[in-house]
Each structure stands twice: as structure tokens, then as C-alpha cells.
């Protein structure tokens, strides 16, 4: 998602990492086999208590029900303000499903409990927030500060990032919140906005600090999403100026793509955001970026099997995207190219993506069947069908 400098470029909450706000052991450097292994059927549908609940009678509304601009409204996730205490209805607050909440800033809608009551309703979208520690710690007001990912490798066991996590993810569930942006699985080759947002420069590192930090959310009934893929670790540039490079497919396939290899094959939900990036020898177009290219879903799932659901990064205020299209032309792109739920961190495009998509989706046959594979992998995540 956004990065540090842009972060505070809209006038949001960003905080320095407190070391002293996890256990540390001096020169933690762990190795993957000190993360718990996962039992996957402890991810239980939960109430935004925290408490375990039944999962919701009959699972989730059948997509091909929907009508096709109720099908193109639950493919977009939306940036909506904390601050305010009245849920939009096309989030699902007027009892259809509806599309995801990228809850960006604010406080009182989260304190007032307002999306606590959204999560509690049977057909609950996504409800998101993007919360890494370090810079990256949105509504720390609610959650408290964490530290870096760099910093949780250097000073912590992974048992100790699990736990961190798990503790922040409670939090979370607390105020509704069913989704984390988090954890970044980047390897820190240089890129200037990855840094200390990434738990090292070694596969190995990444994957025992990422997965015990995912491992933690899902403890505590929070979706991690892994980020970004496939790698924006060696990308000289910033996708939110303009489209980055990054070093080659074939550096990326054996060194980049390994924390996704590992953690994808451990037991789940796991969802998955894709970067805007340029990768020479992947990208089939240059001017086109990863998060619109079907060569990088083809990855996803020819590859690396991933059946869960793929989420573009913003693409509402990124110039990787917008110096090329508007934003519900992306929106379209993004879904024929196969990823299963676009993001926009901002509203104001709202209404006129969901028009653009749900006109691409009657317009033929297949369009439709994209979408409705789409709904489905989002099925798998949402409260409603996590069994």
C-alpha cells in the first residue's frame, strides 16, 4: 500500500517505530524453524469481540445470484474515513454484500463501533486497515505502536513477532477490522521505499519473520495480505511518481518470489497484493504495470498455485497507473486480467468503477465468468466463508 512519505502527504498519522514496544532478545535473528507450526482450522469466523462464533448459516450469498452491478460492487475495495459513524451502504450496511472498506484515517468510526456492528452482519465485506509497525502504522491511536519490520528481526525471536502480531490483530478485531495489509514478504535489496519496512534481505530471514507475523494475525482471526507482489524490493523507484523496474524475472523467480513459495503452501486464508512494477522478462508490455498484466496472475496461479484471492495495490493515486489510464479503466483491466478485487484508496471514482465493470461484465459472456471466479476467491476470505 502507501508509502511512508506519501502517507504523510495526505495529512495522515505517521509514527516512529518503539522498539520497546515488543520483547527482544539481542541479535534475534531466528531461524524458520522457531515459527509455531500453524494449525490452520484455528482461524475460525469471529465476531468483532474477538469471540468464536458459528460460521454464518449457509456460507456466503452465491455470486451468480448477484445481478451485475452487485457483482462488479463486491470486486472493489474502497478507502472510506474512520471518522465518520455512518457505514456507506454499498459496504454491505444495507444487508447486500458489499464491497471492501479500506478503513484509511479517523477515529471515531472505529471507536464509535460502527464497523464492529458492520462485521457483525452476516454478509460483512472485507473490512481493512494497513498496519506493519514502524512508519506504517496507521491508526496506532486504536492499536498502539509497533516496531519496524527490520527492527522486529533484529531485536525479536519470530515466537515473539507471533505474538506481537496476534496482540495487534485482537486489537483489530476489537473495532470490526478483519484485514491487515501486512506483513511486507519485499526483500530489502535497495528499493527506497521498502527499507526498514522489510524484515531483511535473505528469503530465509523473510520467511520466518513474515510467516510468524502473519502467523499471529491469524491467530487472531485477521487476514494477512501479502505485499507486494512479486517483489518490490530491487525497484529503484516509487509507483507512487511513476512506474518502478526492478531487477530481472529471473532474479526475482529465484530469490523474490520464495517467502510467497513457502508461506502460500502453509495453511490459510492468505490473500495476496499485487505492486505496480515493471519486471523485464515477466512484463508483457512495458507500459503496462504487474497489478494489470495477466503474465503476473499467470504466476500466481500457474506457479506458485495460489487459489485465494489476488488484491491490486491503490490504484487511484498511483502514478503507475493513473499517468496511463483513469481509474475505472484500471479497475477493468485489473479484474480481466485476473486479479479478484481492485482497491481504491480514495471514493471518488467509486460509482463510475463499478459502472465501468459491471458494463465490461454485460457486455459478454466470459466477462462475467471472470468476475464470478473472482467473487468466489473472495468468498473464501470473507467472514461468511471462513469455516
Given at each position: 500500500?502507501?508509502?511512508?512519505?506519501?502517507?504523510?502527504?495526505?495529512?495522515?498519522?505517521?509514527?516512529?517505530?518503539?522498539?520497546?514496544?515488543?520483547?527482544?532478545?539481542?541479535?534475534?535473528?531466528?531461524?524458520?524453524?522457531?515459527?509455531?507450526?500453524?494449525?490452520?482450522?484455528?482461524?475460525?469466523?469471529?465476531?468483532?469481540?474477538?469471540?468464536?462464533?458459528?460460521?454464518?448459516?449457509?456460507?456466503?450469498?452465491d455470486p451468480a445470484q448477484f445481478d451485475t452491478t452487485t457483482l462488479a460492487r463486491s470486486l472493489i475495495m474502497v478507502g472510506v474515513s474512520?471518522?465518520?459513524?455512518?457505514?456507506?451502504?454499498?459496504?454491505?450496511?444495507?444487508?447486500?454484500?458489499?464491497?471492501?472498506?479500506?478503513?484509511?484515517?479517523?477515529e471515531d468510526g472505529l471507536s464509535s463501533g460502527s464497523f464492529a456492528a458492520l462485521a457483525r452482519?452476516?454478509?460483512?465485506?472485507?473490512?481493512?486497515?494497513?498496519?506493519?509497525?514502524?512508519?506504517?502504522s496507521r491508526h496506532a491511536f486504536q492499536f498502539s505502536e509497533a516496531p519496524s519490520a527490520a527492527e522486529q528481526a533484529a531485536q525479536s525471536t519470530p515466537s515473539q513477532v507471533r505474538e506481537l502480531a496476534a496482540a495487534k490483530g485482537r486489537a483489530m478485531r476489537s473495532v470490526g477490522v478483519n484485514t491487515d495489509f501486512a506483513p511486507v514478504v519485499d526483500l530489502n535489496l535497495g528499493s527506497p521505499i521498502v527499507g526498514s519496512r522489510s524484515f531483511g534481505s535473505e528469503p530465509d530471514q523473510v520467511?520466518?519473520?513474515?510467516?510468524?507475523?502473519?502467523?499471529?494475525?491469524?491467530?487472531?482471526?485477521?487476514?494477512?495480505?501479502?505485499?507486494?507482489?512479486?517483489?518490490?524490493?530491487s525497484a529503484a523507484g516509487d509507483s507512487h511518481q511513476g512506474l518502478p523496474t526492478t531487477d530481472s524475472w529471473d532474479q526475482l523467480r529465484s530469490r523474490d518470489l520464495l517467502p510467497y513459495r513457502s508461506l502460500l503452501a502453509q495453511p490459510g486464508p492468505w490473500a495476496v497484493m499485487v505492486g505496480h512494477l515493471h519486471v523485464p522478462g515477466l512484463s508483457s508490455d512495458g507500459e503496462l504495470p504487474t497489478s494489470l498484466d495477466p503474465a503476473t496472475y499467470r504466476v500466481l496461479r500457474d506457479d506458485l498455485h495460489f487459489t485465494g484471492p489476488a488484491i491490486t495495490d491503490d490504484l487511484a493515486d498511483m502514478r503507475a497507473v493513473t499517468d496511463r489510464m483513469s481509474t475505472p479503466e484500471a479497475v477493468v483491466r485489473a479484474i480481466a486480467a485476473g486479479a479478484d478485487q481492485a482497491l481504491l484508496a480514495e471514493p471518488d471514482n467509486y460509482q463510475a468503477a463499478v459502472a465501468a465493470l459491471a458494463d465490461w461484465g454485460a457486455a459478454d459472456v466470459g466477462h462475467r465468468q471472470r468476475m464470478l471466479e473472482a467473487a468466489r476467491r473472495l468468498a473464501t476470505v470473507l467472514p461468511c466463508g471462513r469455516n
Open positions: 500500500m502507501r508509502f511512508p512519505h506519501a502517507v504523510a502527504a495526505l495529512g495522515l498519522v505517521v509514527l516512529t517505530s518503539c522498539a520497546g514496544s515488543l520483547a527482544s532478545t539481542p541479535g534475534g535473528t531466528g531461524s524458520p524453524s522457531e515459527v509455531p507450526v500453524r494449525d490452520g482450522s484455528r482461524f475460525a469466523a469471529m465476531n468483532a469481540g474477538g469471540a468464536e462464533r458459528p460460521a454464518h448459516q449457509g456460507g456466503c450469498p474512520g471518522d465518520t459513524t455512518e457505514i456507506p451502504a454499498w459496504l454491505g450496511a444495507d444487508g447486500t454484500p458489499g464491497s471492501g472498506a479500506f478503513v484509511i484515517d479517523g452482519e452476516p454478509n460483512s465485506p472485507l473490512i481493512a486497515v494497513d498496519y506493519e509497525g514502524g512508519l506504517v520467511i520466518a519473520y513474515a510467516g510468524a507475523f502473519a502467523a499471529g494475525l491469524h491467530d487472531a482471526g485477521v487476514l494477512p495480505v501479502l505485499k507486494h507482489f512479486p517483489g518490490h524490493g
